[in-house]
């Protein structure tokens, strides 16, 4: 299979099938916390999306070229927090500049992306992969996280119309649809076979 395919098909496979957030549930507190407004939630999933890719690009060779030479690659997870924190702070900072309102309403999930296990999960589990595939891995985890915060965010947004039971508003119809969507997302996994591909 010529390479660029193989890439594609790993990019879909970690979008979708493979999603950081409905099967690895990684990411959830940003997920639930700011996934109850579209703005925000958009928001969230491209400075997420931004972060994972700039760190994979950065960690992979950092890990490769200077810690794995240096026999130093139990630093591995202190290095990449501290290259994760100085690009949160670089998202922070441009987008407090271009939107203060956006801050405001973002609060804590920002500073928070720091420590997401998702942008921390991806960039460890790069370390096992080539260049081109730990690539992959940042490009479909970081598109499905945003896939995924923008279709909650507006599933919510309809649900606050919606005539929800008493007991079901908030958080616990949140977590039903979270629920049902790993169910879609599980089934779109079954009826597409990347395996056979050679992809997962």
Not at 26 to 48: E, P, R, T, Y
Not at 124 to 149: C, H, K, Q
Request: aromatic share 12%; hydrophobic share 60%; net charge positive.
């Amino acid at each position: 299979m010529p390479y660029i395919v193989s890439f594609i098909l790993a990019i879909v496979s970690y979008m979708v099938i493979d999603n950081v957030i409905l099967s690895r549930y990684f990411g959830i507190c940003s997920f639930i916390g700011v996934g109850n407004k579209v703005k925000s939630a958009v928001s969230m999933g491209l400075a997420v999306t931004f972060v994972i890719m700039l760190a994979a690009l950065i960690c992979w060779p950092l890990y490769t070229f200077v810690l794995v030479p240096a026999g130093m690659e139990y630093m591995e997870t202190i290095v990449f927090i501290l290259v994760i924190a100085s690009l949160v702070q670089i998202v922070g900072y441009f987008i407090k500049k271009t939107s203060p309102t956006l801050y405001k309403n973002l609060g804590i999930y920002l500073p928070l992306i720091t420590t997401n296990c998702a942008v921390l999960g991806v960039v460890e589990s790069n370390m096992a992969y080539d260049f081109g595939r730990s690539m992959a891995n940042a490009i479909g985890t970081s598109l499905g996280f945003l896939l995924v915060i923008f279709l909650f965010a507006c599933i919510r947004v309809r649900l606050e119309a919606a005539n929800t039971p008493k007991a079901f508003k908030g958080l616990p119809i949140a977590l039903i649809v979270a629920g049902l969507m790993a169910i879609v997302f599980l089934g779109i996994g079954g009826m597409i076979d990347l395996s056979s591909w050679g992809v997962i």
